[in-house]
Nanobody, 115 residues
Framework: QVQLVESGGGLVQAGGSLRLSCVAS????????MGWYRQVPGKQRELVAT???????NYADSVLGRFTISRDNAKNTVYLQMNSLKPEDTAVYYC?????????WGKGTLVTVSS
């Protein structure tokens, strides 16, 4: 089993920045890909960005150029640097991880961007 714990959410004004972190514990050897997803009430969870243990990152068009995903494999941690935040970025952000897809999920961290 793998446990994922997110941190770093909060309230920020439009144009501001936040950095989310997600620490994995447990059977972390089974994790290849990690990523960030977000969800607002009444909508499906959507991809924000993913990063494999080795290889290229992937971003949603809506965050390309503003968000950066990175990971520290030695620390079993994935980060999401969010710049130029917009009110429409307001959501609960979830960290996911797994071998080929998101088999495990964190409980989420709320990001609120005020206009």
């Amino acid at each position: 089993q793998v446990q994922l714990v997110e941190s770093g959410g909060g309230l920020v004004q439009a144009g501001g920045s936040l950095r989310l972190s997600c620490v994995a514990s447990g059977s972390t050897f089974s994790i290849n890909i990690m990523g960030w997803y977000r969800q607002v009430p009444g909508k499906q969870r959507e991809l924000v960005a993913t990063i494999p243990r080795v290889g290229s990152t992937n971003y949603a068009d809506s965050v390309l150029g503003r968000f950066t995903i990175s990971r520290d494999n030695a620390k079993n941690t994935v980060y999401l640097q969010m710049n130029s935040l917009k009110p429409e970025d307001t959501a609960v952000y979830y960290c996911g991880g797994g071998r080929f897809g998101m088999d495990y999920w964190g409980k989420g961290t709320l990001v609120t961007v005020s206009s």
